[in-house]
């Protein structure tokens, strides 16, 4: 207790150079610390991304596309399936519910997405939430249209506001389907996944504004109205993809096999969850750099407290001597200096945790409604524990060096007069 005392008492004397090296460490603590939870929010985020779901139906193709076009709307697919084969796999005892979604145009660079009122009620995300309306409701009409989040803020749309969809996904449509309109009926709140940048709009609406296209251009024949296409009953040909329910979890592989041995059409089932673990294992090098460079700015912080205590050793020549002379070994010498690094790095990695903490409550509504990365906030897990307490460590093992470079210092040269 007297060493400590003896520590916290030398610490005081240089409070200034003392802070400074705790600020330092407890920033380097809580930038490692941010890091891992932001780390581990986006995994999660990323994993939720569909949930609810045990089975993703395509055209035969890698898994990995297959989940990119019809979860992430990046990419387009190889082929679609038929209705028919929809149909088939509806019907199988195994299918608690079936979604179909149906991709190929788009609006000012948001894809726009083919569905059923369904979708609505079975897509779920971030362990079973399901999607909310911020506003509206969903499409009635043949030509109502449900927009997600980020098109609502970025295009500033609202409930009642015409939208025109353009034939391809590019960016900037130039063939558009400008003589059918659509409507926004419903805004959906936000929820962190590309259902924030989607528009949702009938299966039969799809069908529509294409009744009268040839080859992705439109037919030098008589033009079909809104009104004629409100009239006709429209069914579509073929889907880009669509999500299964099972009515029991036992059942998966079973309707699995089915699918990729389709004899009519050549099939792929993926299970959504498995498939984005291996995705985000393609990714995932960022995380690892910024874990690495979060470990470089804890070992620089610490170094800089070793440079510290170095820097100093000059300035305490006498007060070392002359506990020398009063007795001191070299293990009250040693202990002093590793006690002041000890309580460096423990006073700098509890500031860190703290100052964490509170950034993370008061940025995590920010970060949901700006990112719609859902910040979950946890106290420390045993790693991070493990973490923390090797910063410690590694603190008092470093300030071995100076410790034993100050014991090295002879008597006579701390007791002399400097001039």
């Not at 439109?218 to 880009?240: C, F, H, K, S």
Request: with cysteine; proline share 4%.
């Amino acid at each position: 207790m007297t060493l400590l005392r003896l520590a916290v008492q030398s610490l005081r004397n240089r409070w200034l150079t003392a802070i400074l090296t705790i600020l330092a460490i407890a920033v380097s603590v809580m930038l490692l610390l941010t890091v891992e939870k932001l780390r581990k929010s986006a995994k999660a985020g990323f994993a939720n991304t569909i949930s609810g779901t045990d089975l993703i139906v395509g055209a035969r193709s890698g898994s990995i596309q297959l989940l990119l076009y019809s979860v992430f709307r990046i990419g387009n697919a190889t082929n679609n399936m038929t209705w028919r084969s929809y149909e088939a796999i509806k019907a199988r005892r195994e299918v608690d519910w079936i979604v179909p979604l149906s991709l190929g145009d788009s609006h000012r660079g948001f894809r726009v997405l083919g569905t059923t009122r369904a979708y609505f009620k079975h897509y779920k995300y971030r362990r079973g939430r399901a999607i909310a309306f911020a506003g509206g409701a969903p499409f009635d009409d043949l030509f109502d249209a449900v927009i997600g989040a980020d098109v609502a803020k970025q295009l500033g749309y609202e409930v009642g506001d015409p939208i025109v969809v353009a034939h391809g996904a590019g960016s900037i449509g130039i063939n558009k389907h400008d003589d059918k309109p659509f409507r926004v009926a419903g805004v959906l709140e936000k929820t962190g996944t590309p259902v924030d940048r989607t528009i949702h709009v009938s299966l039969a609406a799809i069908e529509a504004i294409h009744l009268d296209w040839q080859n992705g251009v439109p037919g030098q024949g008589r033009p079909v109205t809104a009104d004629d296409a409100r009239r006709m009953e429209l069914r579509p040909a073929a889907i880009t993809a669509a999500v299964v329910g099972l009515k029991s979890k036992l059942a998966t592989f079973k309707l699995q096999r089915f699918i990729n041995t389709y004899r009519s059409e050549p099939l792929s089932a993926i299970l959504p969850g498995l498939t984005l673990y291996e995705l985000w294992g393609l990714v995932g090098t960022a995380e690892t750099a910024l874990s690495v460079v979060s470990v470089m700015v804890v070992i620089t912080a610490i170094l800089g407290m070793v440079t510290m205590i170095l820097a100093t050793l000059n300035e305490r020549r006498r007060e070392i001597a002359i506990l020398r002379s009063v007795g001191a070994g070299p293990g009250t010498l040693i202990g002093l200096l590793v006690s002041e690094a000890v309580i460096l790095c423990t006073v700098g990695v509890l500031v860190g945790l703290a100052a964490t903490y509170a950034a993370l409550l008061a940025l995590q509504p920010v970060i949901e409604d700006w990112y719609g990365l859902y910040l979950s906030i946890t106290p420390p897990d045993q790693s991070e524990w493990l973490t923390l307490t090797a910063i410690v460590v590694a603190g008092a093992l470093a300030s071995l060096l100076p410790a034993l470079r100050a014991y090295r210092q002879s008597l006579s040269d701390g007791m002399a007069v400097q001039s």
